[in-house]
């Protein structure tokens, strides 16, 4: 009996910390700004074979309509209601999609935009994806509905120009949004009911969008009023999902740890040094990373989600600055990507994107708003090329061969320890996760020659980074572990991926 209650306790605990993948699968990609019907597909082709344990999707609730610019991406952080009503499809769209990926294995979570509504300045009208009434001066949004004392205005109703002052941060807005009063009952009310409904539809958890700027209690008199996760996919009992966008690089009054009682926090210092040491600015080498994670200066890691680039700084928004490496940047990025998702730190998350003209001047994109691949703003189709890469300008990280064989090696050293730790005390490093998987790196100018043990069972295995294990066959680099565990590994610094992978599926 005793035990049982200490379970209980344990699961109850660690609920909103597990993500609810199915069959141990490791890591989730962002589909910034896809379609649901595309989304459901690639769940039915794509994420369920090769072992994605979940989407991250765009704000699915109605958002303004911004014309000036012309639809840009951020539109979709500007709520108006809480309908299922968007550029990326309906509610009969996203429920089709949830049933869908749910039955191949794969999980949605959903990004909740619940700390304000939209900018103060969008003018009165139905300028909105669902056409619903906003007049922002009045604080009006009669479709949740929300009116003038629904918001923080009492408190601050200026702007967030100190990030050293908490109570600016959580009270003032954010870049004008209209920032909700989530310590009114009724808001959390109406917050909790439209998470609710997603929860019922069967979605596994949410980002909550600028966790920052809500107070952490707040947060969690939203969380207690929501619903247990959908039986007919989760078990009994299952805590949705949570991690909180916290950007917590140091320096500001807000910590990422005020949030831990809630659920998981991004973990923004993961992709901004693991860019620096990639990229080798201020003096940074690779054989630093030997203790990465904790050791670094990050959250503990089973309170981490963590991510080389996400959709504001792999544009210059949000934070990271330009250490953070993205797919314009692809052979560091592929580098960067295959170490995070090999080191057993933090829950993962993949990019996938979409191509924009970059147009910089002095040093800013100007075309840093530019939304999703579209016709007269309506969002294109992610077509699928022969070569199995995307059509229409979708650039689809996540199906590149690097990445899709990285997201299966995290899933096959799945609970492996980090082990067998190499470097030459520059840029060339490898490492293992116990007897399952090995990787090895070469970012220096010079070529990597080294026999190395792997810790793997003897056998001639494939290298996933230079092609795959086909029919019995390697279409990559082959190598050969003796019965010593030890390997020879030679990787030219002009290689066109100067890294090699191995486990224990990619073995003949
Ligand atoms: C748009 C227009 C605005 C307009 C507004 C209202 O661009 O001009 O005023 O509409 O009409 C996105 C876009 C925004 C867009 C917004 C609404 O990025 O441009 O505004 O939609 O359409 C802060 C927040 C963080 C937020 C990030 C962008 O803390 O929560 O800004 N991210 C999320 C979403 C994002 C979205 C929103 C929130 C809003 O992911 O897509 O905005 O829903 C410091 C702070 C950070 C702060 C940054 C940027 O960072 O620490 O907390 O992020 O500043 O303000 C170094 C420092 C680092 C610092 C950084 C930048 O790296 O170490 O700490 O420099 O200074």
Same mark, same amino acid.
């Given at each position: 009996?005793?035990?049982?209650?200490?379970?209980?306790?344990?699961?109850?605990?660690?609920?909103?910390?597990?993500?609810?993948?199915?069959?141990?699968?490791?890591?989730?990609?962002?589909?910034?700004?896809? !379609?649901?019907?595309?989304?459901?597909?690639?769940?039915? !082709?794509?994420?369920?074979?090769?072992?994605?344990?979940?989407?991250?999707?765009?704000?699915?609730? *109605?958002?303004?309509?911004?014309?000036?610019?012309?639809?840009?991406? /951020?539109?979709?952080?500007?709520?108006?209601?809480?309908?299922?009503?968007?550029? $990326?499809?309906?509610?009969?769209?996203?429920? %089709?999609?949830?049933?869908?990926?749910?039955?191949?294995?794969?999980?949605?979570?959903?990004?909740?935009?619940?700390?304000?509504?939209? &900018? $103060?300045?969008?003018?009165?009208?139905?300028?909105?994806?669902? @056409?619903?009434?906003?007049?922002?001066?009045?604080?009006?949004?009669?479709?949740?509905?929300?009116?003038?004392?629904?918001?923080?205005?009492?408190?601050?109703? @200026?702007?967030?120009?100190?990030?050293?002052?908490?109570?600016?941060?959580?009270?003032?807005?954010?870049?004008?949004?209209?920032?909700?009063?989530?310590?009114?009952?009724?808001?959390?009310?109406?917050?909790?009911?439209?998470?609710?409904?997603?929860? %019922?539809?069967?979605?596994?958890?949410?980002?909550?969008?600028?966790?920052?700027?809500? /107070?952490?209690?707040?947060?969690?008199?939203?969380? %207690?009023?929501?619903?247990?996760?959908?039986?007919? /996919?989760?078990?009994?009992? $299952?805590?949705?999902?949570?991690?909180?966008?916290?950007?917590?690089?140091? &320096? *500001?009054?807000?910590?990422?740890? *005020?949030?831990?009682?809630? &659920?998981?926090?991004?973990?923004?210092?993961?992709?901004?040094?693991?860019?620096?040491?990639? !990229?080798?600015?201020?003096?940074?080498?690779?054989?630093?990373?030997?203790?990465?994670?904790?050791?670094?200066?990050?959250?503990? $890691?089973?309170?981490?989600?963590?991510?080389? %680039?996400?959709?504001?700084?792999?544009?210059?928004?949000?934070?990271?600055?330009?250490?953070?490496?993205?797919?314009?940047?692809?052979?560091?990025?592929?580098?960067?990507?295959?170490?995070?998702?090999?080191?057993?730190?933090?829950?993962?998350?993949?990019?996938?994107?979409?191509?924009?003209?970059?147009?910089?001047?002095?040093?800013?994109?100007?075309?840093?708003?530019?939304?999703?691949?579209?016709?007269?703003?309506?969002?294109?189709?992610?077509?699928?090329?022969?070569?199995?890469?995307?059509?229409?300008?979708?650039?689809?990280?996540?199906?590149?061969?690097?990445?899709?064989?990285?997201?299966?090696? !995290?899933?096959?050293?799945?609970?492996?320890?980090?082990?067998? /730790?190499?470097?030459?005390?520059?840029?060339?490093?490898?490492?293992?996760?116990?007897?399952?998987?090995?990787?090895?790196?070469?970012?220096?100018?010079?070529?990597?020659? *080294?026999?190395?043990?792997?810790?793997?069972?003897?056998?001639?295995?494939?290298?996933?980074?230079?092609?795959?294990?086909?029919?019995?066959?390697?279409? @990559?680099?082959?190598?050969?572990?003796?019965?010593?565990?030890?390997?020879?590994?030679?990787?030219?610094?002009?290689?066109?991926?100067?890294?090699?992978?191995?486990?224990?599926?990619?073995?003949?």
């Amino acid at each position: 009996m005793k035990f049982v209650l200490l379970l209980s306790l344990i699961g109850f605990c660690w609920a909103q910390y597990d993500p609810h993948t199915s069959d141990g699968r490791t890591a989730i990609v962002h589909l910034f700004e896809w !379609r649901w019907v595309d989304i459901a597909k690639e769940c039915e !082709r794509y994420l369920g074979p090769k072992g994605f344990g979940g989407v991250q999707v765009s704000p699915p609730n *109605e958002n303004v309509v911004v014309n000036n610019p012309s639809r840009p991406w /951020w539109e979709r952080y500007q709520p108006i209601s809480y309908k299922i009503c968007t550029r $990326s499809g309906n509610e009969d769209e996203f429920r %089709d999609m949830v049933t869908r990926c749910n039955n191949v294995g794969v999980r949605i979570y959903v990004d909740a935009v619940i700390n304000h509504m939209c &900018g $103060s300045g969008n003018p009165a009208g139905t300028s909105s994806t669902c @056409g619903s009434y906003l007049n922002p001066n009045n604080r009006e949004f009669p479709a949740v509905p929300y009116s003038a004392w629904d918001f923080n205005d009492n408190k601050c109703n @200026g702007e967030i120009n100190n990030y050293n002052d908490a109570y600016q941060v959580r009270n003032c807005r954010l870049s004008g949004l209209l920032d909700l009063a989530l310590e009114k009952d009724y808001v959390r009310t109406k917050v909790a009911d439209y998470m609710n409904h997603l929860i %019922d539809i069967g979605v596994a958890g949410f980002r909550l969008d600028a966790a920052k700027h809500m /107070w952490p209690g707040d947060i969690k008199a939203v969380l %207690d009023k929501l619903h247990n996760l959908n039986t007919k /996919w989760f078990s009994q009992g $299952s805590r949705p999902f949570i991690f909180q966008e916290v950007i917590d690089l140091g &320096g *500001e009054a807000i910590k990422g740890s *005020e949030y831990f009682g809630n &659920g998981r926090v991004t973990e923004f210092k993961f992709g901004a040094k693991l860019g620096t040491v990639i !990229r080798k600015w201020n003096g940074e080498k690779m054989s630093y990373l030997k203790n990465w994670g904790e050791g670094w200066g990050m959250v503990p $890691s089973d309170r981490a989600l963590v991510f080389v %680039d996400n959709h504001d700084n792999q544009r210059g928004h949000g934070a990271g600055g330009s250490s953070i490496l993205t797919f314009w940047d692809a052979r560091m990025y592929k580098m960067a990507v295959g170490f995070m998702l090999a080191h057993p730190y933090g829950f993962t998350r993949v990019m996938s994107s979409y191509r924009w003209n970059r147009n910089f001047q002095n040093g800013k994109d100007q075309n840093d708003w530019i939304g999703p691949p579209n016709n007269n703003g309506v969002t294109k189709e992610v077509t699928i090329n022969p070569d199995t890469t995307c059509g229409n300008d979708w650039v689809c990280e996540h199906r590149w061969r690097q990445i899709r064989n990285m997201v299966a090696f !995290r899933n096959v050293v799945n609970g492996q320890p980090f082990a067998n /730790w190499w470097d030459n005390n520059s840029n060339q490093v490898a490492f293992g996760r116990g007897n399952r998987g090995f990787i090895v790196f070469n970012n220096d100018d010079w070529a990597l020659s *080294e026999t190395l043990q792997t810790g793997l069972p003897a056998g001639t295995y494939c290298d996933v980074i230079s092609g795959d294990k086909v029919d019995g066959n390697c279409t @990559g680099l082959r190598v050969n572990v003796g019965s010593d565990g030890k390997a020879h590994f030679s990787i030219s610094n002009s290689a066109e991926d100067p890294f090699i992978a191995i486990h224990a599926d990619s073995k003949l």
